[in-house]
């Protein structure tokens, strides 16, 4: 990831283990899920989420 906030900012570079992979689901119009991949027992759903822009 690369901090550009910051005077004299550094790149750090995360690996894809240190990553949860997360999945999304629209479970209605209103509702958005997510779920992270191997936890079986976690869940978390919103009625407001936002799109990230990078």
């Known amino acids: ?5 910051a005077p ?3 790149t750090t570079a995360e690996t894809p ?3 949860p992979q997360v ?4 479970a209605t ?3 958005t899920v997510f ?3 191997g ?9 407001c ?3 990230v822009t990078r």
């Open 1 to 5: 990831m690369e901090t550009t906030d």
């Open 8 to 10: 004299g900012s550094t």
């Open 17 to 19: 283990d240190d990553t």
């Open 23 to 26: 999945s999304v689901c629209n």
């Open 29 to 31: 119009p209103d509702r």
């Open 35 to 37: 779920t992270e991949e």
């Open 39 to 47: 936890n079986e027992d976690g869940w978390i759903a919103t009625d």
């Open 49 to 51: 989420s936002v799109a």
